[in-house]
């Protein structure tokens, strides 16, 4: 017993030395970081912000976001030196969200669905939470807050979904009608979208990239707020499907006056912009060398023409007027005879642009890198040939459904432009000469090619010759080709890439940030 007594009381000792070294080495650890976190801050911000500035411009940024939490010294100088904002591929974000209630409202009319019941199942399954209705009763807020407790318990625990009964008892009964709950919603997330937009303008003040791409319910304050905190660093804005009642053409034009460094400007589909805007964005921004015009129906002749005239047009190198069915084949001709350096140039769906206008604008426009001319029917062999012989720089070519080009032309293109990646051949009288020379004269990257009834097995089995190392790192569609077995299909289809990416899908359709060295076109 002694002895076991002896041996407890000689360990205790330094069991507890043992303790106290480990608490005071772990101290020592802990001041060391705070002193080297403090330290860290102190030289970054003895740094000039111009090499902060580089520096940063090495991380993307999801590691920018993780770098704003390094210390708050670390966060302010990392939000001041922020550049891009873009909101384009948030799709589940809210300020997309109340343009996906009303689709999904139109939706469940058909079906006669409630109002209530489609909207809470919307925001809960979708979004994962439930914003209250704007109500005054103190009661009515008090059973709002219990559904949107209920929705979300329900929704952690992998439901996704409320019993409608329950909900309609909780709500519909505080409320005269479902329409007056639908507007306080909407209400309410309007105010959300607009607080947002503010923290935004609040946080960052060097931005150069602002995409609000489908944020259809913005409002033109909230646009003219950023617009005015950016105005001396933004130099590419894209409002494309910004589709709010206050985005007319008089309004959106005032933005223009506080934006004298801006180059780039996407506004695709903004019904309601036009002539005017076009006239204030070349009174105040003598920089712009990129425009995104498809599907703005306010867009006329008079807005290309005075383009046209106007000392950026030199400078323009993309242009997209895609499905801009009402403007004039006339004022197209002069915008590309005013615009010698002119790279990307996309006008699908212009069906009253004549073979002698395209003619003459390629033939003038030899730095030409991609072209969209997809739909436009009136396009013959003459286009093609004077492609061959001015644009040898290009890499993109869409000419999809247009039936007055023949082979011929087509592989004369091919031969001549032997920097080509990109074809997009669908419904034309393309051929397996054609094919033939593709493979052996470009690096393809992307064959779209379905329904041209001219491709046979002979294509596909040349395809299938380059191993699949290569047809790896290939996208290439012979779908719906009638002279083409469909087990040929398959097995190409199990060697290439399974679906075109992002870049290349939308190649002619959208200007993105990266658009400088991607030279994507423009919708």
């Known amino acids: 017993m002694n002895r076991s007594s002896s041996i407890l009381t000689t360990n205790m000792p330094t069991n507890t030395t043992t303790t106290t070294m480990t608490s005071v080495s772990s101290s020592n650890n802990n001041n060391n970081n705070i002193q080297n976190e403090s330290s860290g801050d102190s030289l970054l911000e003895t740094l000039p912000m111009e090499i902060i500035e580089n520096i940063l411009k090495y991380l993307n940024q999801r590691e920018l976001s993780i770098t704003c939490r390094v210390s708050k010294s670390w966060n302010r100088i990392i939000y001041l030196l922020w550049h891009t904002i873009d909101l384009s591929k948030s799709h589940h974000h809210f300020t997309h969200l109340s343009s996906k209630l009303k689709q999904s409202l139109q939706k469940v009319k058909k079906n006669k669905i409630g109002y209530l019941q489609a909207i809470f199942q919307n925001l809960v399954n979708n979004n994962g939470f439930f914003i209250p209705p704007l109500v005054t009763n103190p009661d009515s807020y008090s059973n709002s807050n219990k559904v949107s407790s209920t929705a979300s318990s329900a929704n952690a625990n992998g439901s996704g979904s409320i019993n409608p009964a329950i909900f309609q008892k909780n709500i519909v009964q ?173 006008v699908n769906n212009i069906r009253s642009l004549t073979s002698d206008t395209l003619s003459t604008i390629f033939l003038n426009c030899s730095l030409m890198g991609s072209i969209d001319l997809s739909g436009c029917m009136q396009t013959d062999d003459s286009v093609l040939v004077s492609i061959s012989k001015s644009c040898t720089q290009l890499f993109q070519f869409n000419i999809s459904r247009i039936q007055k080009i023949t082979s011929y032309s087509i592989n004369l293109v091919i031969r001549k432009c032997k920097n080509l990646r990109i074809l997009l051949l669908s419904k034309t009288m393309v051929d397996d000469d054609c094919v033939l020379s593709m493979i052996d004269n470009l690096n393809l990257e992307t064959l779209y090619a379905p329904g041209c009834t001219g491709i046979t097995d002979v294509s596909v089995q040349s395809f299938l010759n380059l191993g699949p190392e290569r047809l790896s790192k290939m996208f290439i569609n012979f779908s719906q080709c009638l002279h083409i077995s469909q087990s040929l299909i398959s097995i190409l289809q199990s060697l290439t890439k399974s679906s075109l990416s992002p870049t290349n899908n939308h190649a002619f359709m959208e200007i993105t940030p990266s658009q400088d060295s991607d030279l994507e076109s423009t919708k």
Not at 181 to 203: A, G, H, S, V
Not at 286 to 310: E, F, T, V, W
């Open 174 to 346: 505080q409320q005269s009608t479902a329409k007056r709950i639908q507007q306080e919603i909407q209400d309410r997330l309007e105010k959300r979208i607009e607080n947002f937009f503010q923290t935004l303008c609040f946080r960052h003040h060097r931005i150069e990239v602002l995409d609000l791409s489908g944020c259809s319910d913005l409002k033109m304050d909230s646009l003219l707020l950023m617009v005015q905190t950016f105005s001396q660093t933004l130099q590419k804005l894209m409002t494309r499907r910004c589709k709010s009642n206050t985005m007319t053409d008089m309004a959106f034009s005032e933005i223009f006056q506080y934006l004298p460094k801006l180059k780039t400007l996407a506004i695709g589909e903004m019904p309601m912009v036009g002539e005017i805007s076009i006239g204030a964005m070349i009174h105040h921004c003598p920089l712009i060398d990129a425009l995104g015009l498809g599907q703005c129906q306010g867009m006329n002749d008079d807005s290309i023409i005075a383009l046209s005239k106007s000392s950026q047009a030199k400078s323009l190198h993309t242009i997209g007027l895609n499905n801009l069915s009402s403007l004039g084949d006339h004022c197209i001709r002069e915008l590309g005879t005013h615009a010698p350096n002119l790279v990307i140039f996309s």
